[in-house]
């Protein structure tokens, strides 16, 4: 089946310091890229919407300068954490939908294995 | 705003034991509803999905079925083995375009 790979799977940084996180399609042109964000027992939050060459769709109540995301190709998307806080420690997962090598629609989402941010 | 609830957990079986997670769901309109499952270590999977009222999702022994009158999507196993220890997550899509809305999740442990 399609997969996603998220790097890295954890992260520990400095509060003030800008953290990326990459999420790849291994096997599939990922035309469309969502990322979320999970705090300790809680739902996943959608935070935003990447579509291959255009800008993100933001969520509400996220904000769109501190969370950079970019869809440059069909295989990688990134999120950027700016100038991290300790708030912004999390789990944030990736997942995308797109077109196999065979054309076909890949029919459903697949899913990163998330990476753990810790902000000291 | 669209809103999933499912029990919280772990849920602590022994093997061969019935599962029943419950999932239940706040939603204009008729969303489809998923089951996804975490193993340790990897990325949510799609388990199975209902599309619209009294579908039944089915896959790998587990079942759930799209029950409008109560909003809820329960999945249930009849005889869990260890390998189905994991985390389950329910979610809803209103939008037809993939944005889900997802449950807590419930962790579930089997033990031999």
């Known amino acids: 089946g399609a997969v996603v790979s998220q790097h890295p799977s954890w992260v520990i940084c400095k509060s003030g310091t800008s953290v990326k996180i990459e999420c790849r399609s291994l096997d599939f042109q990922a035309t469309t890229m969502f990322w979320y964000r999970q705090f300790p027992k809680q739902s996943l939050m959608l935070m935003a919407t990447s579509n291959e060459g255009s800008k993100a769709t933001y969520e509400q109540g996220v904000e769109k300068d501190k969370f950079l995301i970019n869809h440059a190709s069909l295989t990688l998307s990134t999120l950027t954490v700016t100038s991290a806080h300790p708030e912004d420690s999390s789990f944030y997962i990736c997942?995308?939908?797109?077109?196999?090598?065979?054309?076909?629609?890949?029919?459903?989402?697949?899913f990163g294995e998330g990476s753990r941010l810790t902000v000291l | 705003g669209d809103s999933v609830t499912q029990m919280e957990g772990p849920v602590t079986l022994s093997e061969e034991a019935f599962l029943t997670i419950n999932c239940t769901y706040t939603a204009t309109g008729y969303p489809s509803l998923f089951w996804y499952v975490q193993y340790p270590g990897e990325g949510l999977q799609l388990l199975l999905k209902a599309t619209k009222a009294d579908d039944k999702g089915s896959n790998k022994g587990f079942e759930a079925t799209y029950r409008k009158e109560t909003t809820s999507f329960h999945l249930e196993k009849g005889s869990v083995q260890v390998s189905d220890s994991a985390v389950y997550f329910c979610?809803?899509?209103?939008?037809?375009?993939?944005?889900?809305?997802f449950g807590t999740g419930t962790r579930l442990l089997v033990s031999p």
């Open positions: 979610a809803l899509d209103n939008t037809g375009f993939q944005k889900l809305v």
């Open positions: 997942s995308a939908r797109g077109v196999r090598s065979d054309n076909a629609n890949t029919g459903e989402l697949f």
